[in-house]
C-alpha cells in the first residue's frame, strides 16, 4: 500500500477519534493499536496488513500508534508535556484514494476476468451514477466496499469498478470527441 509522509514537528502524532471521543466514552483510544518500539518498516507492514489501519505514527524507540479513523494532518498533537518523550516521531497517512495522472477522455478499461467469461452483457464497472461531482463520486466509492476505483465526470457518468485497476490498461472513453474530456480517474490503493 501507499502511504504519504505527514510533515509535522517530530514530536507530534495524530489527534483523537473525535467520532469515538463525541460518544461520551472516555475509555475509548485514540488508535485503533499499539506496540512497542518497531522500526519504520515493520510499522509499515503491521499497518499495510490491517484494512481497518488508515496510519500510524511510530517512534522507534517508543510506540507505534496505528489509526482507524480519518487522519488530518492539521489535527495533530503534541506527544505528552513538553520534553516528556523524544523528538523523532514520523506520521504515515494511507491515502483512501489516489489520483490517476492520464489524459482527461481516458476511463478504466473492462474487467478482463469478466470478460474473459465469454458474457458479453457483464458491464465493465460496478456502477454508474449520472452527473456526480467529485465529492459525490468519491463518497460513493468510498462507501461500497467492493469499489476499487472511479472515474468521474461532472457532465457525464462516475463509473464505480471493483476489479482490479492499472492505470496502464486504461482506454478512451468513445471515439474521439464522442464524449467530453474532463474525466478524473482513481485507485483505492
Known amino acids: 500500500p501507499v502511504f504519504v509522509h505527514v510533515q509535522r514537528p517530530s514530536n507530534f502524532v495524530f489527534g483523537r477519534n473525535e467520532k469515538a471521543a463525541s ?3 472516555n ?5 485503533l ?3 512497542w518500539r518497531l522500526n519504520e518498516k ?26 482507524e479513523h480519518i487522519l488530518d494532518e492539521h489535527h495533530m498533537q503534541q506527544r505528552g508535556e513538553l520534553n516528556q518523550y523524544p523528538p ?4 504515515y497517512i494511507r491515502p483512501v484514494f489516489v489520483h490517476v495522472q492520464r489524459p482527461s477522455n481516458f476511463v478504466f478499461g473492462r474487467n478482463e476476468k469478466a470478460a474473459s467469461s465469454g458474457n ?21 466509492c468510498a462507501k461500497d466496499r467492493k469499489c476499487t476505483g472511479y472515474c468521474n465526470h461532472p457532465d457525464d457518468f462516475t463509473f464505480l469498478y ?11 472513453r468513445g471515439e474521439l470527441n464522442q464524449y467530453p474530456p474532463g474525466w478524473t480517474c482513481y485507485i483505492r490503493p
Not at 510499522?43 to 500510524?56: E, M, P, Q, V, W
Not at 523523532?88 to 506520521?91: A, E, I, M, R, S
Request: a positive charge; glycine letters at 4%.
Open 162 to 172: 471493483e476489479h482490479i485497476l492499472d492505470e496502464h490498461h486504461m482506454q478512451q
Open 42 to 67: 515493520q510499522a509499515r507492514a503491521l499497518c499495510a496488513k490491517d484494512r481497518k489501519c488508515t496510519g500510524y505514527c511510530n517512534h522507534p524507540d517508543d510506540f507505534t500508534f496505528l489509526y
Open 33 to 35: 493499536k499499539e506496540a
Open 120 to 140: 458479453n452483457n457483464v458491464k465493465p464497472y460496478l456502477k454508474e451514477a449520472w452527473r456526480l461531482n467529485e465529492k459525490q463520486a468519491r463518497a460513493l
Open 88 to 91: 523523532g516521531w514520523t506520521c
Open 23 to 25: 460518544s461520551g466514552n
Open 27 to 31: 475509555n475509548v483510544k485514540p488508535y
